[in-house]
């Protein structure tokens, strides 16, 4: 397997590399995050193991723009041993696993490999929260099964809403999820999107299912009885 390690501590990511290649990998070493989002968008690229402190570019910045370009693609962040609010934002940010320093890499390695086991599973071709059916082999969405008429963008928008229910997402992660990143990140694009969506998805009279959270950014926010497929 291809791994993209991106890590700067020389010693770390020369253990890695070196225990990696012992077992049949074949590692890439890369120090700097913005190298890292360059690097990772080789299709060779099968996994990254992805430190949060980086020069150049923040760890967490580097996972949600190269989540943005790879959504499929296995991400295995290393944090500090007790640094609760880093793991927090690297599951929210799109982070598939976590693995605290110091590790061991007989740990490592089991973490690869499971990373890898649901990386060969295929993706689902619908999501289904409650009511709402995003289709993606179709490119149609439906409600109460109307089917209903989006532009690519607002389908886009509302697929990465569908595949975090109950998340909030600031309006940073979206614009980098399914924005260009040198859109203008002070624009209100998305909360012009949004108001689209809700427009053509919400029920009159009911509540939205995108919820606007103060300071934060939004929710999608489906019935509790709803499930994702």
Do not use: C
């Not at 061991?104 to 289904?128: C, F, G, I, N, W």
């Not at 149609?140 to 975090?164: C, K, N, P, Q």
């Not at 992660?173 to 624009?187: C, K, M, N, R, T």
């Amino acid at each position: 397997m291809h791994i993209l390690i991106v890590e700067d501590d020389e010693g770390i990511a020369r253990f890695l590399e070196r225990g990696l290649e012992a077992h049949g990998h074949r590692p890439r070493v890369i120090a700097d995050g913005n190298d890292a989002v360059l690097a990772a968008t080789d299709p060779l690229v099968e996994l990254i193991v992805l430190d949060l402190t980086l020069p150049g570019m923040d760890g967490l910045e580097v996972l949600v723009r190269v989540r943005a370009q790879r959504p499929a693609l296995p991400i295995l962040v290393l944090t500090a041993r007790d640094d609760l609010g880093n793991k927090v934002s690297a599951l929210d940010g799109g982070a598939d696993d976590y693995l605290t320093k110091p590790f061991a890499l007989d740990e490592l390695l089991a973490r690869v490999r499971a990373l890898s086991r649901r990386a060969d599973q295929p993706a689902a071709s619908r999501v289904v929260v409650s009511d709402l059916t995003l289709d993606l082999l179709s490119r149609r969405v439906e409600r109460d099964g109307r089917t209903l008429e989006l532009s690519t963008r607002e389908f886009a928008l509302l697929h990465y809403l569908m595949r975090h229910p109950g998340h909030v997402l600031s309006r940073q992660q979206i614009l980098a999820a399914v924005w260009d990143y040198d859109f203008d990140p002070g624009s209100n694009v998305v909360d012009v999107y949004v108001r689209y969506l809700r427009h053509k998805i919400d029920r009159p009279g009911e509540p939205s299912l995108i919820a606007t959270v103060r300071g934060a950014g939004y929710r999608f926010d489906p019935p509790p009885e709803s499930a994702t497929a």
